[in-house]
């Protein structure tokens, strides 16, 4: 007998069951009578609910639904916090990158372990393993330049770009300053400065314009963050700032005429925001909190920071956590930022019930795990985040809805680096790297 007709049959007894029992005995000669045939009065078969057990279960499930259908999920969240997220956040919007293709074949027979993209002249920057940087052109997806040894056996962990010079900061702790030629298919590259950062390896740099000066931020496995100002070829340092244990992430903005650290520290769910005053001066400003059971044990660590500003409005601070199986997202934001002005005895202060979203990213990770996220934009609105996993899927979160909206396979394994920008057509790309030493290009 069919799936349908066991289920009609097993119906046609439980009303028969509900008839008998209740001594409708007419109704039931006539049911029987307009089936055809006899109906054997039973329960259904993996029940022992009558009929009317059935449908007060029925009546209370959609009471129940109607009730957390009116629920505000950011009904414990301060009216400010509630007006930050509706002005500032809004829905996944398409069009979105989602082709994929290889970036370039042959493949690079290397682990991609860093990439940085200038709009200037569309060339894709890699860094190897194996002491090489690579240049792509991304108008042919062509390998325009592939140069080994450039800093003499020493692996370059970070690219940043300016439009006329390339900053490589080496695994030594040093910053090598070049400028650098592009046209005709060939690069120039020219060393014109190099500088001992950090006595050990840096962890993440950033380069940022603020005020018309060029600065360089940098956190490094020797427990501290320093600022530099690029002056002509040469670095200057400006500041640092101690840490007690060791970093994991950090971004810069520019806020309200400062110039913004917030920095992520292991075993620790307080990020550090911090101001450099008078464009030299790193002070602290004071703490947000990650956790807001004040009183609870420090049970995750922040991996990795991106900051998103829209214009004049407040910085958003998405953060990716050392949550295991899968990474959380926490989002929070600068509203909280003190004036320049800070008097001498003005204690650093933790901002709690700062959290604007908390939810599971189901991208899988282990101890070892490095987050990697990156914002999305549009119409003027913070619209999700893209998370970079461990199992090769990038993965795009709506914010407001809290919830996965995207899966694109990108490799057969973790995903070593990822970059996301907007090409001169004004359309999001995204471009990833992975351990399988694939390099893919996403687009819309």
Known sequence: MSSDKQETKSVHGLIAYFLKNNHYHATLKKFEEEHGKP?????????????????????????LRKQFEQIDVHEELSVELKELIGSQIGHWTAPYPHIGVDLVSPKISSLVLSSCHDAKTNVLFLTTNDFRLIGIDLESQKV?????NVLNRIVIKKILVDGDHLVLVG??????????????????????????????????????????????????????????RIVGDEFEFLSEYKLATQGTSFDVVNYNDQLVVVLAKNENTLLDVLTVDNGKQ???????????????????????????????????IAVGTSHEPYMRLIVVSLKELPSLKKTEDESIQIKRNQILKNFNTLSPQDRYSQALISWRVADEKSIGVWVAGEDGVVRGIDLLDEKIVVELKAHSGKIKDFLSFENKDKKEVIITSGIDKDIKQFIV
């Open 39 to 63: 109906i054997d009065p039973k329960k259904l078969p993996s029940s022992d609910e009558t009929l009317e057990e059935i449908v007060n279960d029925r009546i209370n499930y959609n009471e």
């Open 171 to 228: 695994m030594d702790g040093k910053f090598y300053n070049y400028t650098y030629t592009f046209g005709n298919g060939e690069i120039q590259l020219t060393r014109v400065a190099e500088f001992q950062a950090h006595k050990r390896l840096v962890v993440d740099a950033k380069y940022i314009v603020f005020e018309g000066q060029q600065y360089i931020v940098s956190l490094g496995w020797d427990f501290f963050l320093k600022v530099f």
């Open 282 to 316: 790193l002070t602290l400003r004071y703490k947000i909190s990650l956790n807001d059971a004040e009183f609870s044990s420090s049970s995750f660590s922040p991996r990795y920071i991106a900051i998103q500003q829209l214009g004049d409005s407040v910085p958003l």
């Open 144 to 148: 325009i330049f592939s140069l080994i």
